[in-house]
């Protein structure tokens, strides 16, 4: 067998054309998964909207109980002034199916189950982002990819079905669980699409795709608006349906086959890239196989392959007597890494847990922001959609910087950002006394948006540049997973929001968190090289 662990991957990447047509067919279908993101991530935003509610009253009400008070979760007596929980069920302004919470009831005592349901798609993905990631470093990016985008169509498709809320639950956790591996496979291989210099492309454009993505949820959620949530989340859901054919327009990564001495598969794959972007294949090859030639045994098909595709330019016959030559191949031990060899590297192990740090505050912040803004005043589907909006001028920021001041110095820029846009958000809301400050407040805090949107941009690009690519998407599966506990907590954001309206201190925390993270990026200078 061929060592392929000194073959360099840029050079061939290089030699196909770092920007041929191959790689930008092959990168526009990948980031197809990021729409399945988007709506599977956001879409309880609009799903789990409150339905205003109060206490039904008996199905025949007595003349006697005519003055009774039906409250929002209590009913009280006039005539015998007593209190009672809702007994006979709630009556909503909407229809019951207008979102889960008046489907299922969760108002009053049961109010804090609505935000659960987020909480366990996050959890979920921290499953996810720790288990399947590590699956597709040994099976490939291409199947753990395809086969989680598939699960994530039937799945959503069953949560739409959900007959009580303990299996809606249920799905919305296995949905977790898959759209890591859909996703952050996918991410993966975008990356590994391009050599390193041209690594800047895939953060811009991906996250211009996550932001139109996430605009798109407005208009689609806003146009659905009068029917069932199941309707709105089958629609959502839908996104999903090129999974049913992904398999048979994606190829396997380049870099992870080389990675993994799969010789004939590279080879294959080249072939179409070279054919596709009109480049001569015989020089990639020759690049492959570093002028140590395989002897031919037309019992193997990776020697009938070289035989038929290498052209090294000399005679037929003197190139057939140099394949004939019999030079004895050698078994090559492919060194498997799992997360605990990192942290034999005392360096590798504290940059992987600030960039753990780094993900956790981002995750945070970011749904943080955009789940209170659903519950800001004004329209929730155009509060939605000015958040989604300010993704693109943060990608536009990213594009023009990444590469000339660096990945480092751009995630502190961006924290900053994020941090003073929240801060004087917060001090405008203490005196939120008319509608220029209001306005104000709401800008500012789309600001903050921008900041976090910036800062997710370089993380994405910065952790897998930084790791080789055995450990890959170890690394970004368990980044995956720091920012997954941040999103456990961040739909609990809108309870802080009630508790301490009177001090915005949920704006604080975040806040803090910001600030923190620009610590720890100072101290992650220490190891500079």
Known sequence: MKDMRHVDVDEILDALGSRGKYQILMY????????????????IIFIGQANPH???????????????????CSIL????TTVSSCIYGYQYEYPTDFSIVSDFDLVCDQAALADLSQTMLNVGMAIGASTLTLASDKYGRKPVSVLSHLACLAIGICASFAPNYTVFMVMRFLSGIVQQGSFLCAFTYAIELFPKEKRKYCGFYGSLMWGFACMLIAPIAFLTRMYSWRIVYRTLASVSLYSLIQYWVTDESIRWLVANNRLEETVTVVKKAARMNGVNINEILKLIYQNELLPVDTDKPTDKLLAATLDTGEEEEKQMEVLDAGLETQAVHIEKYTLLDIFKNRRAAITLILIWFAWFTNSLTYYGIFLISSSLAGNVYLNFFLNALVEVPSSFIYWFTIDRFGRKKMAIFFHGVAAFGLIVATILRMYDDNEAVSISATIFSLIGKLGITGSFNVVFVYTPEIFPTNVRNITIGTASTAARIGGMLAPFSNYLKRWARKYHKPWKILINLMINRGMMDGVNKLYDK
């Not at 109060?54 to 008070?69: G, M």
């Not at 007596?77 to 015998?80: C, F, M």
């Open 54 to 72: 109060k206490c039904a009253p008996p199905p025949d009400l007595p003349v006697n109980r005519s003055d009774d008070v039906f409250g929002k």
């Open 28 to 43: 526009f279908l990948t980031t197809l998964n990021t729409v399945t993101e988007a709506f599977f991530s956001l879409n």
């Open 77 to 80: 007596s006039q005539n015998q």
